[in-house]
């Protein structure tokens, strides 16, 4: 489709003078002869001398484009300059220049992510050509490492698993500090408990225990169908965007007979496309094909009259001596895949 494009132009009155005289020019070639009479004031009659009145008047003619352009949002011009920034022929290359660095990060994360896909793969398939005996060598050697269990925990968030990648390599309990709480004067009792310092990890971190998953929860475990025993929903089901789809890669994933284990509020973010009451989530992934479990008193109190889902105040504040408190009605429930 052809759009006509007007230029932007203001046009002053010395122009615009001049474009009048222009398209009037043979109208004046006929009149340079003549006398131009003066205008007579009011008045003049009287014996008041006549004068001529010139008037000047300021004209700004603006000429707008026929269809509007959006000025570019601060996003646009970020990609643009980081574009810029990383295009080869910028600056020195070098080693040190930020598309060098940044090809340098993408490929160790690849063969990162192909030698934890192999270690995973390797430690599940530990038994699958073993003979009797050698299982139960290789199961008497390995139970103490796994405390008889293979964990597998999946994060997405890049800060969160950065924590934990540096927390691997510090396996002496409570060996570093941080002061929290320095940086609020709000609600406290004292100084000193501002000015406090947290020592971590409260117990140590043995990573042989543990196969660290990185990523969307969804894609990560796509290819994973019928594999694990029990799945853990812990403060989880409420950050999906798309909670059916949570709701079947949990059922996807495990075996029949496994467990479904939730604790957890229903603050939802992240721009979800629904947004479930907790009786919904029930009756929905009942007829999913899970069955609820009865559970004990020690879980929390009834939250409704069956005793399978229960209520637990779970306090989202890292302050116990501050003098307020932020806490949810966190959902417990155990429900078994039919």
Wanted: proline fraction near 4%; hydrophobic fraction near 40%; glycine fraction near 6%.
């Amino acid at each position: 489709m052809r759009a006509s494009v007007l230029t932007q132009a203001v046009v002053s009155p010395l122009v615009f003078a001049l474009l009048l005289l222009g398209n009037l020019g043979s109208a004046l070639e006929t009149t340079q002869d003549k006398k131009v009479e003066s205008a007579e004031i009011s008045g003049s009659s009287s014996g008041i001398p006549v004068e001529t009145i010139v008037e000047i008047r300021h004209v700004d003619v603006t000429l707008e484009q026929s269809f509007h352009i959006a000025e570019a949002s601060r996003h646009d011009i970020e990609k643009e300059r980081l574009l810029s920034t990383i295009a080869k022929d910028y600056g020195t290359w070098s080693s040190n220049h930020p598309r060098h660095r940044l090809l340098d990060a993408l490929h160790g994360f690849s063969k990162y992510y192909e030698q934890q896909r192999a270690d995973i793969d390797r430690l599940r398939g530990l038994y699958k050509y073993a003979s009797k005996s050698q299982k139960k060598a290789r199961f008497s050697r390995y139970l103490t490492n796994f405390t008889g269990f293979e964990v597998t925990i999946n994060e997405w968030s890049m800060y969160m698993n950065a924590v934990y990648r540096f927390l691997e390599f510090r396996t002496t309990p409570l060996a570093q500090s941080v002061h929290p709480f320095v940086d609020g004067w709000s609600h406290h009792v004292s100084d000193d408990n501002m000015m406090r310092a947290v020592s971590f990890p409260d117990v140590p971190i043995h990573a042989s225990k543990v196969l660290m998953l990185e990523g969307d929860f969804i894609t990560e475990f796509k290819n994973q169908t019928g594999y694990y025993d029990v799945v853990v929903t812990y403060f989880f089901i409420d950050t999906a965007r798309n909670l059916m789809s949570y709701f079947e890669t949990i059922k996807d994933v495990l075996k029949k007979g496994g467990t479904w284990i939730n604790l957890g509020p229903l603050l939802y973010g992240t721009s979800p496309l629904v947004q479930l009451s907790l009786e919904d989530i029930i009756s929905i992934t009942k007829e999913m094909g899970f069955h609820y479990l009865d559970t004990d008193e020690v879980c929390g109190k009834p939250t409704f009259p069956e005793p399978t889902i229960r209520s637990i105040e779970a306090v989202y504040s890292f302050d116990h001596k501050a003098l307020t408190k932020n806490a949810y009605n966190a959902q417990f429930w155990a429900a078994e895949k039919l």
